[in-house]
């Protein structure tokens, strides 16, 4: 078995940062003051105190909402490396985009029809 020599310095650079890791933590647990009270257990947000249950369901519209974001925000990346290459790509380059964006622009216009962006109450 040979060993490749590449690769020790990564090996030599995880173990060290994995020891400091470790070294920190204990050290922090083992010499850090130990004053458990009421008030420390409290649940703190911005300075701002607690009001109410933390379990209180969203709106499904919120959640709607941030995976339409996401869906078509992350589509949007594809159209940077066309843009760029748009020249180079020609006429079937273009072809290939607007197969790409069509099925986008159906499922936008859907989600328009059904109401999934609007906010008022009774929409949906």
Not at 83 to 105: C, D
Request: net charge neutral; hydrophobic share 55%.
């Amino acid at each position: 078995m040979e060993i490749q020599f590449d690769y020790i310095a990564i090996l030599i650079q995880l173990l060290v940062a994995g020891g400091f890791v470790v070294t920190t933590m204990v050290a922090t647990h083992m010499l850090g003051p130990k004053r458990y009270t009421a008030q420390k257990a409290e649940a703190f947000e911005c300075g701002i105190e607690s009001v109410g249950n933390a379990r209180l369901p969203f709106s499904i519209k919120y959640f709607l909402t941030a995976i339409l974001f996401v869906l078509f925000d992350v589509e949007v990346i594809f159209f940077y490396p066309w843009a760029v290459n748009f020249k180079e790509l020609g006429g079937t380059g273009y072809l290939k985009m607007l197969l790409f964006i069509a099925p986008l622009f159906l499922g936008y216009l859907y989600v328009l029809k059904k109401g999934a962006l609007n906010w008022e109450k009774g929409q949906m």
